[in-house]
């Protein structure tokens, strides 16, 4: 399915679980989204409504997908090898803006994205040295890289009359892994993020250092929550996905009998 469609489908499914949660008197005391879930970390904190969230989506995927059909590449997953030393390969291999760093997901959980070439340049690399693992992920396109510079560049046009406000609660960004608070220096960094990549394991720091004691992942799946833990949110935090009302009930339960 088109990311146009995708993107708004999951960024409005997302509210509507938050709103059910707020509801209940559950809100947050801080924010953060993986990729898309930025844009629903948007409006969590006030920045945007969520009318300006699902439009800002669709958007976003629309130029996706329009930047998919204009160059060959997607992303790739590397596990089980630190960050140094794909910084390291990459680095090696001479080839900037060709095949770039995506996400920082973890201590041992690495995405790449580039030329498919490159790719698989990449991967044998790793195999031949048997260094860890590799696998091409099931995307359209090479997100979070340069690649894709003038559909970024396009949304920075789109989104430049839509009013972002300051957030009510700490709102850390994948680029930079820490709270900002200005509206236009987050306006930039949620444009910016469609060719930088996603400090995930960065801003799971962040929020270690705020001492959070419950995790909510709100939204399709339950990958973020596995990774929380791989990035040392300790077993005295609980967690709870929120991504279905039979998890919102869960949560709602927990919380509030608290």
Known sequence: MKARYVQPLLVAVSLG???????????????VGHSLGEITALAASGVVSDREAVAIAAKRGELMDA??????????????????????I?????APDKIVLANDNAPDQI???????LLDQFAHWISHEKLGKCRKLVVSGPWHSPFIRG???????????????????PLVM????????????????????????VFWREC??????????????????R???????????KKDVSVFNVNNMRGVEQAVGALTSA
């Open 223 to 233: 990958v973020l929550s596995g990774l929380a833990r791989v990035n040392g949110l």
């Open 174 to 197: 994948n680029a930079t892994a820490k709270p900002e608070a200005h509206p236009t220096t987050i306006k930039h960094l949620v444009t910016w993020q469609l060719t930088a990549p």
């Open 111 to 117: 995405v790449v994205s580039g030329d498919n070439n």
């Open 90 to 94: 990459l680095a090696e291999m001479d």
């Open 67 to 88: 930047a998919a059909q204009q160059c060959d590449g997607t992303m790739m997953a590397v596990l089980f090898i630190s960050l140094d030393k794909v910084e390291q």
């Open 151 to 169: 559909a970024r560049m396009q949304f920075e046009d789109w989104a430049e009359p839509i009013t972002f406000r300051k957030p009510g609660v």
């Open 204 to 221: 799971m720091e962040t929020i270690k250092t705020m001492n959070a004691d419950t995790l909510l992942e709100v939204g399709p799946g």
């Open 17 to 31: 679980y938050l709103r059910h949660l707020r509801n209940a008197g559950i809100t947050p005391d801080v924010v």
